[in-house]
């Protein structure tokens, strides 16, 4: 298969975000102390095995420039800058014409934070027969919902997930676009209803996952709220729960395909209670599956690596040792 580059759109305005995005462009407000959303989404592309990013930028494009540089983190940077603001699609065909016409690349919306499988979209995208793929995920109601029955009221659903997809921001291009007589405006409101017609766009789907645009205080809000006590990985995410003196509760997020680095803890006694997906621990001498509502100990100096067959949470009970792991092997690089 051809080469996939990372394509990320930078150049927006921000303007629901005011005053903060007068100073600092939307893809650097930091979503925790030190970590921007360019960040989240650089990090992710690179642990998807993605080795260049083609960054569109427009406004304040310069201070985007000034922390990634060339060289970011073993990501090559490239820029590609949109003098005069003409929309997603210009911006777009400003990159597919900076890159090679026969490399494939992943496009993002540069205010999305969000767990998906890159790495999975792109093995769909290839063997697919369209040749642009678009995730798309299950809307979640931005309010709490009422269920009656009757003339009464019989319960209270808090923002569920709706029986609707939409647009999460991500696509996979085989290629170039043809971009026909469109030379601007938005992508999402003029070539891909097009593509959309003519049987030429297909969908990537994942369900469940953390999934958010970054538009105003609020949103912003939320997603500073998710990532206090949560750390990215390069399998997924790992957050705290609980702390205390007596036990420590940590969710974790590992992506279907993925799996932790090969290691132990020396005090740590750990106990596993898988929430959702299936997969299988590895030690030094067997391995042991796991689905949903199993429950696996794991002692003090156990050898071991947790491997996702499929998206996958688990909380981790174990005894007060936050930092208690000593890594044996590492499959990524961090």
């Known amino acids: 298969m051809a080469e996939t580059v990372g394509m ?3 150049g927006g305005f921000g303007k629901r975000l005011r005053p903060l995005t007068e100073k600092i462009p939307k893809p650097l407000i930091e979503i925790k102390e030190g970590y921007t959303i360019l960040d989240k989404q650089l990090f992710d592309l690179k642990n998807a095995g993605i080795n260049t990013v083609y960054l569109l930028t427009g406004f304040l494009g310069e201070r985007i420039e000034e922390r990634y540089g060339d060289n970011y983190k073993g990501l090559r940077i490239e820029y590609v800058r949109e003098e005069k603001p003409l929309g997603t699609l210009n911006a777009i065909r400003l990159g597919m014409e900076a890159i090679d016409g026969e490399k494939q690349c992943i496009i993002r919306n540069g205010d999305v934070v969000a767990d998906l499988n890159i790495k999975k979209m792109i093995h769909l995208g290839e063997m697919s027969d369209y040749p642009l793929t678009m995730f798309i995920t299950r809307m979640q109601s931005p309010y709490g919902i009422v269920e009656t029955s009757g003339d009464k009221i019989i319960n209270f659903r808090e923002k569920p997930l709706l029986d609707y997809y939409i647009n999460a921001g991500v696509y996979f291009s ?9 030379e601007s405006g938005d992508i999402e409101k003029t070539l891909f209803p097009l ?3 003519e049987n030429k766009l297909g969908y990537y789907r994942e369900d469940g996952l953390f999934w958010m645009a970054i538009d105003t205080s609020k949103e912003l809000e939320e997603i500073r709220k998710e990532y206090r006590n949560r750390e990215d990985k390069p399998w997924g995410y790992e957050k705290i729960l609980i702390n205390t003196e007596k036990y420590l509760t940590k969710e974790l997020f590992i992506r279907e395909g993925y799996r932790t680095s090969f290691h132990y803890h020396e005090e740590k006694d750990e106990t596993m209670y898988i929430i959702s997906g299936s997969g299988y621990i590895e030690f030094d001498n067997r391995k042991e599956y796991f689905s949903k509502n199993d429950t696996i100990r794991i002692e003090p100096g156990e050898r071991h690596s947790i491997v996702a ?3 996958t949470v688990l909380h981790e009970v174990s005894t007060p040792h936050l930092n208690d792991t000593v890594r044996v092997q590492d499959y990524y690089t961090r």
């Not at 085989?174 to 469109?182: A, E, I, P, S, T």
């Open 8 to 10: 990320i759109l930078c």
């Open 174 to 182: 085989k290629g170039n676009l043809d971009f026909g007589d469109f």
């Open 195 to 197: 593509m959309a017609k």
């Open 309 to 311: 067959m499929e998206n």
